[in-house]
């Protein structure tokens, strides 16, 4: 079957595209750009033939393929991430690299964000330099900027609302949040910025009402403390972290001052899991030490004191209690010391055998230095080996 073409043609003062089908000599649609488009600064191919293939999908445009490969992009990355970007006629694949290298980036950084977010390079010169100097008024140097690119560059190049994020800035300053604290939630939760303004009103607006509802009277230093804590908060949803909050007071039966404390330090980042993850994990965690003679009050202590065994999966936290038992440390020991179980189950069995080799006797060592770090663990071998 004969191809579709796209023909683009000049006439003074517009740009008009037309799609034929020659075979028949049929005009199929026309579509006109105004003459402003076609001079500004983009790699725009002009007189280029876009074919079809036999689905009528658009085949990927061959001079920007030509144009990444130049540029070190890993195309097969990149095509699986967003290969909707291979078929487009206007990019600006030249005024990115450019635009980034005046900015302190490097080829292969510029190579790297391109294969990852190739969607960055649809964004206008006019539009990136916008955006970065709305950044810098968070962010204290360009380097900075780069270096949080090369870790995630979805966080800058996902919107070109700069609108958007110019009212996100004023609002979270507006609420009582330092620069600092911004600064954590760009480096951290970069898709804050990219939420509607709206979404980050209904969260902060729905957080100064649960401080009020447990009796603080201060709502711009509990968000600020609850943002801080936990800078991924504000790209959840109000549901999700009512449900959680409701959780956590009925479940550990804390009053109002209790749960501040809670939701407003070590238990901030629990107010991110889903609900049902939330009430899995307790329960199985509940079931397992009660299985080891633990009382409720026991269970409550340990959780309190830990809380980040809320994000443990039933396997993980189950094999890692499973791993000091068997080497005869009691539950009373892992209740008492419960960061222990920051430790990866290899650590914790590597560590534990060199102990007994040391001639320790597990059941009444100070277990904590199983979770400690590498050099300082060591160290305590080493004396322990004398």
């Not at 009528?56 to 540029?71: D, K």
């Not at 900027?145 to 995630?152: A, P």
């Not at 020991?333 to 650590?347: A, C, G, H, K, W």
Request: with cysteine; charged share 25%; proline share 3%.
């Amino acid at each position: 079957m004969q191809s579709l073409d796209y023909l683009t043609i000049m006439a003074a003062g517009n740009l008009w595209c037309m799609r034929s089908n020659f075979l028949f000599g049929s005009r199929c649609w026309m579509t006109r750009f105004s003459s402003e488009t076609v001079f500004k600064s983009v790699s725009f191919r002009l007189f280029g033939v876009k074919y079809c293939n036999a689905d009528n999908e658009p085949s990927e445009n061959e001079e920007l393929l030509n144009n990444l490969l130049t540029m070190g992009v890993d195309i097969g990355m990149a095509r699986k991430r967003q290969p909707g970007v291979f078929s487009r006629m206007i990019t600006n694949e030249q005024d990115l690299k450019m635009f980034l290298l005046s900015k302190g980036a490097s080829k292969e950084v510029i190579a790297s964000i391109i294969s990852r977010y190739p969607r960055a390079i649809t964004r206008t010169p006019e539009s990136l330099s916008k955006r970065w100097d709305l950044w810098r008024e968070i962010v204290t140097s360009d380097l900075e900027i780069v270096n949080i690119l090369e870790r995630s560059p979805e966080s800058f190049f996902r919107s070109s609302n700069n609108l958007n994020l110019e009212n996100n800035i004023k609002f979270l300053y507006s609420v009582g949040l330092t620069h600092k604290c911004l600064c954590r939630l760009l480096t951290s939760a970069p898709r804050t910025f990219s939420n509607s303004l709206d979404l980050n009103k209904q969260m902060v607006e729905f957080l100064q009402a649960v401080c009020l509802s447990l009796g603080h009277n201060d709502p711009t230093d509990f968000v600020r403390k609850i943002i801080f804590k936990n800078p991924f908060i504000l790209i959840q949803s109000t549901k999700r972290v009512k449900a959680n909050v409701e959780f956590l007071q009925s479940s550990f039966s804390l009053n109002n001052e209790e749960l501040l404390g809670l939701i407003c330090g070590p238990g901030a980042k629990i107010l991110d899991l889903s609900n049902d993850c939330v009430r899995r994990n307790y329960a199985n965690v509940k079931e397992k030490l009660f299985s080891l003679g633990c009382i409720e009050e026991e269970v409550q202590k340990f959780v309190l004191s830990y809380p980040d065994v809320i994000f443990f999966a039933e396997k993980k936290f189950n094999d890692k209690i499973d791993c000091l038992i068997e080497e005869n440390i009691s539950i009373s020991q892992i209740i008492e010391n419960p960061r222990v179980l920051d430790s990866s189950l290899s650590t914790l069995k590597s560590r534990i055998k060199e102990l007994v080799n040391a001639g320790c006797n597990l059941s009444t060592l100070n277990i904590t230095l199983l979770s400690w770090s590498k050099k300082r663990y060591e160290a305590k071998l080493a004396k322990l080996s004398r």
